[in-house]
């Protein structure tokens, strides 16, 4: 899996295992792109059928991990000066994945698998700022969601 689109990182995650379970990695500070430093974490679970986004932000850099169920990830380049693309792949359990996706890179992941499915995001910025004080750094597109579909 790759893209053409300047900035966004796409890592097939190894896992290993053994008679204990497995184990993946999701990221390491020495395979990060420069200047990207995660400042927090969280997951999310989705179920079947919905999507997230599309959306993009002004300043911040998100780092996904998808590791479970089965989820159409779609990227499309919004920076201005830069040429159209786009991409689409499909990431999970069958195919685990860390993606990052740079400001202005615009967003959106659907759980097209059969059961609930859970995404962990480490973005390089706190959620509304130091102590939630400050606008949230999102800009919504959920009204070209028709369009953002294959």
Excluded at 2 to 19: A, H, N, Q, Y
Excluded at 36 to 57: D, I, N, Q, W
Excluded at 63 to 84: D, I, K, Q, Y
Excluded at 87 to 116: I, Q, R
Aim: proline share 9%; charged share 25%; aromatic share 10%.
């Amino acid at each position: 899996m790759s893209t053409e689109i300047p900035g966004v990182v796409v890592k097939e995650l190894g896992r290993f295992t053994d008679s204990r379970g497995w184990l993946t990695e999701l990221y390491r500070c020495d395979e990060l792109p420069e200047g990207f430093l995660p400042v927090m974490g969280y997951v999310s679970l989705t179920h079947p059928g919905v999507a997230r986004g599309p959306h993009e932000h002004r300043d911040q850099t998100d780092g996904f991990a998808f590791l479970s169920g089965t989820f159409r990830v779609t990227l499309w380049e919004n920076r201005p000066g830069l040429p159209p693309a786009k991409s689409v792949m499909l990431c999970g359990e069958n195919n685990p994945t860390f993606v990052v996706v740079p400001p202005g890179v615009v967003h959106a992941y659907e759980n097209v698998g059969d059961g609930d499915a859970t995404v962990l995001n480490f973005p390089n910025q706190l959620y509304a700022g130091f102590g939630k004080k400050e606008p949230v750094d999102e800009i919504r597109h959920e009204e070209i969601g028709s369009e953002f579909r294959l």
